[in-house]
């Protein structure tokens, strides 16, 4: 299973910007998938991540600016991210945990979580 990630880049402050990531390969069900975030010189934290029940998580420096959703049927996880500030500039990971890969007829078996490349979004005027 890999994940790829799309968008990033410069925003303004207050300014918009949309991730998107799919995961691909032999997947039965992904049970959570998120985003991560790591400025220079810290350490990679939760953005947000989002079940299949639709049960979201969320940092609280990005709680009412940023929306995470996504569409199971295609192993694809979304962050919307409005109201940028500059200290949102890191490079954004998406992750997909609790993965499970078909195994014999019907069934499936669990396999380690998996990363994105990470994409780097820039805040600045």
């Known amino acids: 299973v890999q994940l790829q990630a799309f968008g990033g880049g410069l925003a303004q402050p207050g300014g918009s910007l949309r991730l998107s990531c799919v995961a691909s390969?032999?997947?039965?069900?992904?049970?959570?998938m998120g985003w991560y975030r790591q400025a220079p010189g810290k350490q990679r934290e939760l953005v947000a991540s989002?079940?299949?029940?639709?049960?979201?998580n969320y940092a609280d420096s990005v709680k009412g600016r940023f929306t995470i959703s996504r569409d199971i049927a295609k192993n694809t996880v979304y962050l919307q991210m409005n109201n940028l500030k500059p200290e949102d500039t890191a490079v954004y990971y998406c992750?997909?945990?609790?993965?499970?890969?078909?195994?014999?007829?019907?069934?499936?078996?669990?396999?380690?979580?998996?990363w994105g490349q990470g994409t780097q979004v820039t805040v600045s005027s």
């Open positions: 989002r079940d299949t029940d639709g049960t979201t």
């Open positions: 390969g032999r997947i039965f069900s992904i049970d959570v």
């Open positions: 992750n997909a945990d609790q993965i499970h890969e078909p195994y014999f007829a019907g069934g499936s078996r669990p396999l380690s979580n998996r």
